[in-house]
Structures are given as structure tokens and as C-alpha cells.
């Protein structure tokens, strides 16, 4: 299935890279450090915790308004190389390229720390991907990265054929543990208790000169159906983890969600707020529909309606 994984990653693609600021010395001093917690540090039997402190902290960094220049580049690597190996675990190749939007920095952040981390088959097998890429038909790279795409699909079927190898080549060279060996290696890493570590990041997003400019530029950019999944998360009073796939072939017919069929589909056609988007939240897997200016929100293993408002 493709997805939209990951809200802080689709949002703040709005805001990073608008433009270069003057960071001012407060922010900038931290710029080359990795920052983890000390429990991570001493959970050595499980690679993924440093993994997975280093993705918390820079996802809050991003969530809070940093731009991916005020953050240590070799944070970054670990981050977008964690995003990059989720992306094609759950739905190949091609979902990796759809959900990054092919950004140049994800890719070059991909791309460099598969090489830092030693990971040299893995980095073989991405450029024969990233070759596929360059090699389509910019109109067509355009479509695809444009729209859902469900069923028989050439551009991502082509993508996807090389998800066997990738999947192979996780026993020789599994990307999680050499990332969290790499990751430990590093001078820059420091280790805060969880509350020092939560101070560390307020005071960074403190230093932010125009934090609340950037906040708004963000929000203003965001997709409606990510503000109405957020709003719905609200009302119910759940905490939104993050968006993780839009399905075409599911409706809100205004009392519940149902299912198309291919000729329904094509008889209907699909508009962004026909699709009906998957989130989690602190309380599980969820779904969200439209219809006729209402959103609803669903869980998704009862069905059973959770919330519903009236779209903006």
C-alpha cells in the first residue's frame, strides 16, 4: 500500500528549505550533535533504542520548527536512513520514493549515511534504484508522485522488483544494527537523562528567532486532511503518532466507511477528500473520511465511530 508516512515529515517538508536564516550562537553551537537518551545508551541488547532516541528527538526538533540546517547532519543520516528502512519494510521501493516525495536531501541524507554506516550492499542496491528513477520520464515521475496509487501500477511494480534483494540483504547487512553501531561511535553523540533531555530540546527550540512565523507557515501549508485528522485526534483526546496511508478505494458514505470496487472507482473517480486516510494515535489504528462537509473519525478494527466535526 502507499502511504504518507509520518506527519512531522510531511509537514515540515513545507517550512524546511524556504529559506536560509542567520541561526543566532545559542542554536548554532549545537548544530554538529547527536542527542539520545541514557536509557537507549544502556540498551545495548536492543540496537533499535539508540535508533529510535535519536528519531524521537530529531522528529520533535522538526515538529517544533527547527529547519534541517539548525540540526546535526549525522543526526539526520540515522533519521532518514531509519525512515528509508521502514518506507520499503512496509511497502517496498516504491513507497519509499512516493513518501519522500524523491526530495533530493532525503535521498542525498540516504544515501550518505548508508555509506558512513558501512552498509556498501545496501548503498549498490539503492543507486540501481535511484538509477531507475533519474531514468523516467519526468512527466510521468510527476503522476506518480502525485497521486495514490492502487492496483497494477507500471512506475511502482518497476520500483518494486527489487524488493526481494533489499529484503535478502538485511541478514548480511541489517541496517538497524549498524546504524545504532555507527550512531554509538560517533564523538558528537551525548547521552541526557529523559528530563535533561527534554529540557536540551526546549531550550533549542527557545532559541528560535521567529519560531512562531515558522509554526504558522507550516500549519498554513499543511494539508487539509492532516488538519482535519488532527482536529478529530482533539476532539477525542487522542495523541495523533502519525498519518500512515491513504486508501482511494475506501468512502465515508456519511454513517460509515465502505469499500469500492474497481468499476465503482473508475465510475466515481477519486479527489483528495474522497480518500480515506489511516492514522495512529495513543490509542491504536484509526481511519478518517469526508463527506458532505462533516469528518469522521473511525476505529479501524470495531469500525465503530470515535468522533466526528463539521470541516472548516
Known amino acids: 500500500m502507499m502511504t504518507r508516512n509520518n506527519i512531522r515529515f510531511l509537514v515540515f517538508l513545507v517550512v524546511v528549505g524556504v529559506s536560509v536564516w542567520h541561526v543566532n550562537h545559542s542554536v548554532t553551537k549545537h548544530l554538529a550533535g547527536i542527542l539520545v537518551s541514557t536509557d537507549a545508551i544502556a540498551s545495548t541488547a536492543a ?4 535508533v529510535d532516541s ?5 522528529s520533535d526538533l522538526l515538529n517544533k520548527g ?32 512516493f513518501n519522500s516525495g524523491w526530495d533530493r536531501n532525503v535521498v542525498r541524507y540516504v544515501r550518505r549515511g548508508l555509506l558512513d554506516i558501512d552498509a556498501r550492499q545496501n548503498l549498490a542496491l539503492f543507486d540501481e534504484v535511484v538509477e531507475k528513477v533519474a531514468a523516467l520520464d519526468p512527466k510521468k515521475l510527476e503522476t506518480f508522485l502525485s497521486v495514490q496509487t492502487f492496483g497494477k501500477d507500471e ?14 540483504l538485511q541478514n548480511a ?6 546504524n545504532s553501531t555507527w550512531l554509538r561511535r560517533q564523538p558528537s553523540l551525548t547521552a541526557l537523562s529523559p528530563d535533561a533531555l527534554r529540557s536540551e530540546i526546549r531550550n533549542r527550540v527557545a532559541a528560535i528567532p521567529d519560531k512562531d512565523v515558522r509554526a504558522a507557515a507550516a500549519w498554513e501549508g499543511t494539508p487539509s486532511y492532516v488538519k482535519l485528522i488532527a482536529s478529530l485526534c482533539a476532539a477525542s483526546g487522542q495523541k495523533l503518532d502519525r498519518i500512515t496511508a491513504g486508501d482511494p478505494m475506501l ?13 465503482e472507482l473508475k465510475q466515481k473517480g477519486t479527489k483528495e ?26 476505529d479501524s478494527k470495531s469500525g465503530a465511530k470515535v468522533a466526528e466535526i463539521a470541516v472548516p
Open 47 to 50: 540496537p533499535r533504542d539508540i
Open 54 to 58: 535519536n528519531l524521537d528527538v530529531v
Open 66 to 97: 527547527l529547519k534541517e540546517e539548525e540540526i546535526s547532519p549525522l543526526a539526520l543520516e540515522s533519521y532518514y536512513g531509519n525512515f528509508y528502512l521502514a518506507e520499503v519494510d512496509n511497502g517496498g521501493f516504491a513507497q519509499f520514493v
Open 155 to 168: 512506475i511502482r511494480d518497476s520500483l518494486n522488483g527489487d524488493d526481494s534483494k533489499f529484503f535478502a
Open 173 to 178: 547487512e541489517n541496517l538497524t544494527k549498524l
Open 251 to 263: 468512502r465515508y458514505d456519511g454513517k460509515k466507511i465502505v469499500k469500492l470496487s474497481d468499476a
Open 273 to 298: 477528500h474522497d480518500i480515506v486516510w489511516f492514522f495512529l494515535t495513543d490509542k491504536g489504528l484509526h481511519m478518517m473520511g469526508e463527506n458532505n462537509g462533516r469528518a469522521a473519525m473511525f
